[in-house]
């Protein structure tokens, strides 16, 4: 039949179908597979080392040279880092594959599994060697950027902001000043003028401009990626590097170069250093310009030049608002020109805002349109269109950045005033001490030294506007701290603002109020009686432009305000008498009555037994205080009497004088009052308490004949801030004489005191016409303000030839050195202030009205290095002053101004002081009398 073949299989399970296929198959994938992963590691390690080798060559150009790696370098580097990645995860399975290979390694137990792995690694050995042969690169990195490189900045064109670009553009070209720091409240165009700055650097020989967005919660090193993508460091592996390794790349970079770093919105320090960026120096030329809302945060960076960025003057600010309204709605009626004015007035300069209203305005083509935006804008400027989205949310960054809640609190409590009101630092001090604000500061001066650090930090974060010894709030913080207390305060913390109003709001409004203010009042009378169970702070102060109509409080006012601290009546002078009821107001620490028309203090008052604060000044109606009730007061650190016409005989008058009442007072730290007689002037020294509290002191003898006043006893007192002293018609010297001196020698008396009116800041002496002059003044070695007005007998300020051989000691002493206010009026024979110039490091102004015979003032040419001068006065007084040399004349020329002489003469009222700005707030030359109390 044929030869049969029998072919027998072998049962072990080990050989099983896999195998067929690779006797049909060639299996060079599994075949080669231990050659083929040797091969692959002996060409991978090649590459690792060749990687090194181009990575050290990288890094070497780029760090010595300034080089950024060519494109193609990275992308191979990628590639690399990419199949180290995969060959890894090859190695891992390599063991496990090579235990399922059989048959000498010809065949598989598992011939799918092995083939792929297999074919695999032979994939892998050929891209690897595939970059091996790429990675031969002749260049791996070139030039990081152009010789110059600055990037224009896209911005809208600019109204008012000049003046201050070009005082920033100045300190840039000076080679001393490399850091510099601009400041202001938000919306008031700093990033604008920073923007303004990075296009001009266009056209200036900067190798290379960085403009960096600091974000509020910013990391130095998110600051050095931030730099690092502006100067070609932008690899992932440079991202992975520590924070002291970019340090040093950036470092070496810029070190090289000349650079302008332009950082916007910082709100917290950046350390420079950290950042690996050199400190700008006149040998480097390079520069760092910064913006903040922050001054500290300047002082923080190092600055060496601040400019605050203030918000526009009128006239710009007008321009802005019609350019954002429109010529088409402005030209629409006659009436909308000057409608259009008031509510550009509203936005108080502030750039975003007058940019927000303006455009929200261009569609506004109706008169009654803008009367209810000048209504919005007035009574609740969060409801019109855009506000609080754009400007108060941008401004609460400010209050949110604050330390701390009492910091904050503090802040909205300053709202509690009218727009365009100068509160008084002194008077922030009694009012949060009083307040629980400041509870942990036992003495006065302490709770002072807390008030104005605080102070400090709101005007430090431009959410405050400073003026000497008066603070402000800008009319847009106002609105916005409103808003915020509104509608973001605590429960506990509700404020009802009714500035300037006509009439008490409805009492039901009063209910869950906290904080009641009525400052600025025009309000005749209060007849109902608010259910005010959980107030705490009620201010009814009258009008600063004109006498307050308020006359009357309808009894019982005070009887649900058990919880009242703060009750404030001032500058209401047609109210005569306080409500019955006042009993009431047994938490009540601070009662301010000054310049109301109260005629008697009620016997109610004794309940008031935690008062810390009583403030009687200016009641020039007040006749009768009911024996012992002063002293009832045993928790009172402040009184204030200062220009109370009839205290002297409340002092001194009576069975038991009120002076030992006060003298009763333990606790009392400030104490301010006026004296008619030389009689109480000399009787007032033999009271311990009023000695060391006494602050602000009026002197007048005006029924008297005397032609001495010795003020020796007032050398000693050290708290002494004040010192007014008028009418005095027939004082012919000031004496400083005590026992133990010759009267006769009163040179030897007076240089012998140089350390005596230690605490003397603000002297203002009036209506002395035989007055010849003030020599004593040359001891007052803190004196800050002088003022001395119609004096016609005044011949010299300070007469040196009263010292004789011992003038140039005196000279030695540096008299006013701290001056910083000197006003002269109606003084028509006083022809020297000194006898010789001097370095005035701190004056801020020189006012001379009506001294004609004053022909040199004690300025040369070195005078004014070191302050910023306003001398005012009158074109012909002007021109007849007499300089040591042409220098002198021509160096202060621009600091003379004529128009406040004709400003400064017209007929306003002292009570108008409040309104003006500048030293206006302190000075009249027509008032009677200088309010030391507000000092």
């Not at 030293?919 to 027509?926: D, G, K, P, V, Y």
Request: glycine share 4%; hydrophobic share 40%.
């Amino acid at each position: 039949m044929g030869n049969i073949v029998s072919i027998s299989l072998p049962s072990d399970p080990i050989f099983d179908c896999s195998c067929w296929g690779s006797l049909i198959q060639p299996p060079k994938y599994i075949r080669r597979l231990k050659k083929n992963l040797e091969a692959l590691d002996h060409s991978f390690r090649e590459l690792t080392a060749l990687k090194a080798d181009v990575l050290r060559k990288v890094e070497v150009a780029e760090l010595q040279r300034s080089m950024k790696r060519l494109n193609q370098v990275q992308l191979w580097i990628e590639k690399v880092e990419k199949i180290e990645n995969e060959v890894a995860e090859v190695k891992h399975g390599r063991v496990q594959e090579i235990q399922k290979l059989c048959c000498g390694a010809y065949c598989s137990k598992n011939y799918l599994s092995s083939y792929k792995y297999g074919k695999n690694v032979y994939k892998k050995l050929a891209e690897v060697d595939d970059l091996k042969n790429k990675g031969i690169f002749a260049e791996v990195a070139e030039e990081t950027f152009p010789a110059t490189l600055v990037r224009e900045r896209p911005m809208e064109p600019t109204v008012g902001m000049e003046f201050v670009f070009y005082k920033v553009w100045s300190q840039l070209e000076d080679e001393q000043v490399g850091i510099i720091g601009l400041y202001g409240m938000g919306g008031v165009g700093k990033t604008t003028l920073l923007t303004q700055i990075n296009n001009k650097l266009l056209h200036v020989d900067f190798d290379l401009v960085i403009w960096i967005v600091v974000s509020k919660d910013h990391n130095v090193e998110t600051v050095q990626d931030k730099i690092g993508d502006k100067i070609g460091f932008s690899s992932n592996s440079w991202k992975q590097k520590q924070q002291s390794d970019k340090a040093e790349h950036i470092c070496r970079l810029l070190s090289k170069k000349k650079f302008a770093l332009l950082f916007d919105d910082i709100w917290e320090p950046i350390e420079i250093t950290k950042l690996g960026v050199p400190i700008p120096n006149p040998h480097n030329k390079s520069k760092i310009i910064f913006t903040t809302r922050s001054e500290d945060v300047c002082g923080q960076m190092d600055a060496h030049k601040k400019i605050k960025v203030e918000c526009l003057a009128w006239d710009k600010a007008w321009n802005l608002f019609q350019e954002k309204v429109g010529r088409e709605t402005l030209g629409f009626h006659p009436d909308i020109q000057r409608l259009a004015q008031t509510v550009a007035k509203e936005c108080g300069g502030l750039p975003l805002a007058l940019i927000t209203v303006g455009r929200a305005m261009a569609c506004k083509k109706t008169t009654q349109e803008w009367n209810h935006a000048i209504h919005i804008l007035k009574k609740s400027a969060h409801e019109f269109s855009g506000m609080e989205d754009k400007v108060f949310r941008l401004l609460k960054f400010s209050y949110d950045n604050l330390a701390d809640e009492k910091v904050r609190s503090c802040f909205l409590y300053c709202a509690l005033y009218p727009e365009d009101f100068f509160i008084f630092k002194d008077d922030l001090v009694y009012l949060w001490m009083c307040e629980a604000m400041l509870d942990e500061y036992g003495s006065v001066e302490e709770a002072k030294n807390k008030c104005y650090d605080i102070i400090g930090t709101l005007v430090a974060a431009c959410l405050l506007e400073v003026n000497v010894d008066m603070v402000k709030m800008h009319d847009m913080i106002r609105d916005m701290a409103l808003w915020l207390a509104r509608d973001c305060s605590k429960e506990n913390d509700s404020f009802l603002v009714h500035t300037s109003a006509q009439a008490a709001p409805d009492v039901k409004k009063w209910k869950t109020a906290t904080r009641v203010s009525l400052v600025d009042n025009h309000i005749e009378s209060i007849v109902e009686t608010p259910k005010s169970t959980q107030l705490l702070t009620l201010l009814i102060q009258g009008s600063y432009i004109s006498r307050s109509p308020l006359n009357m409080i309808v009894d019982g006012f005070f009887d649900y305000m058990h919880k009242l601290r703060v009750l404030d009546l001032s500058r209401n002078e047609k109210l005569t008498q306080l409500p019955s009821g006042v009993s009431n107001l047994i938490a009540l620490q601070h009662l301010n009555l000054s310049r109301t028309g109260i005629r008697e203090l009620s016997i109610e008052l004794k309940a008031l037994v935690r008062l810390k604060y009583l403030n009687l000044e200016y009641t020039n109606q007040l006749n009768f205080v009911p024996p012992e009730l002063i002293s009832n007061f045993h928790m009172l650190k402040v009184l204030k009497l200062f220009g109370c016409s009839s205290s002297d005989r409340i002092l001194f008058g009576g069975e038991r004088a009120l002076i030992e009442e006060i003298e009763g007072l333990k606790h009392l730290e400030v104490f301010t009052l006026c004296i008619r007689s030389s009689y109480c002037f000399k009787k007032l020294f033999s009271y311990n308490i009023i000695v060391t509290s006494t602050q602000y002191l009026h002197l007048s003898d005006g029924k008297n004949y005397s032609s001495v006043l010795d003020i020796s006893s007032l050398a000693d007192m050290k708290h002494l801030r004040g010192l007014h002293i008028d009418e005095y018609p027939n004082l012919e010297e000031l004496e400083i004489y005590w026992a133990g001196q010759d009267p006769n020698d009163p040179r030897n008396a007076m240089m012998r005191n140089q350390s005596r009116f230690c605490g003397l800041e603000y002297v203002d002496v009036c209506r002395c016409p035989n007055l010849k002059d003030l020599t004593w003044l040359v001891f007052a070695s803190n004196l800050r303000i002088l003022e001395v007005r119609d004096c016609s007998g005044m011949e010299k300020i300070i007469d040196l030839e009263r010292f004789g051989r011992m003038a140039g000691a005196v000279k030695e002493q540096n008299a006013f050195a701290k001056l910083t206010d000197l006003h002269l009026d109606s003084l028509p024979r006083l022809r020297s202030i000194y006898g010789n110039a001097l370095p005035f490091l701190h004056l801020n102004q020189i006012l001379v009205y009506e001294c004609p015979a004053l022909k040199k003032l004690p300025l040369n040419s070195t005078s004014a290095e070191r302050c910023n001068l306003i001398i005012r006065g009158q074109k012909e007084w002007w021109n007849g002053l007499e300089w040591e040399d042409e220098v002198s004349r021509s160096v202060f020329l621009p600091y003379f101004m004529l128009e406040f002489g004709e400003v400064l003469r017209t007929d306003f009222k002292e009570t108008d002081l409040g309104q003006f700005s500048d030293h206006l707030l302190f000075f009249s030359a027509r008032r009677k009398y200088i309010l030391y109390k507000d000092l």
